[in-house]
């Protein structure tokens, strides 16, 4: 919950319903912090970085924790986000969740579901530190060739929106084998649809 993700603590819970002690981020800022590195923190949300709904209020109720996390400045901090196209509560897009129906919401929409717009509008930095969509092959697979390219739409609308914010993303990711595969081959050569999509987009930015 968010107050382990806070504080941290015997609270975490495994796949199992059982607990296990977790670090809390007030505690990772003040050891980084203590070791004299004052670089930009990304700091994730719940559910793999997909749940941004209390994130302003815990993050801006650091600088007033008890020992031994107080102290801590809220400078270079920002959010990192995962947004993923069958993450169809916060998408709306098609996938194997909804039984592979429904229409993809656009770059607004996608952040507000996943409350990055309030933390936008509270004035932290976000940075989709994972993104990505799960056609990246000829073969469509599950999705047919029109879902195939309402994905691709998907992308570029959410990137274009955080383009018109002045945000930052990066897709998943400069590898062959772990998906959604980006990359065909290291030399950069994207996959169809979500690397081509995205390697079009990068290219058609302002320069």
Known sequence: DWNCWLVGGACAQDYDGGTYTAVGMATLIKTIRGAGANNVLMLGGLGYSSDF?????????????????DGISLTNIAASWHAYSNQSVETKCPSEYDGYSGTCANGLYTATNYGITGVLAAGFPVVIGEVGTEVFASNT?????????????????????????????????????????????????????????????LLARPK
């Open 141 to 201: 697979g599950s999705y047919s060739v029109a879902q195939a390219n309402m994905l691709d739409t998907w992308l570029d609308n959410l990137l274009t929106y955080m383009d018109g914010q002045n945000q930052s993303y990066i897709g998943w990711d400069w590898n062959t084998s772990a998906p959604p595969l980006l990359l065909t081959n290291f030399d950069g050569t994207p996959t169809p649809y979500f690397g081509a999509t995205y390697k079009a987009h």
């Open 53 to 69: 709904t209390h994130w302003v209020a815990k993050v801006n109720s650091i600088p007033t924790l008890a020992a031994p996390n």
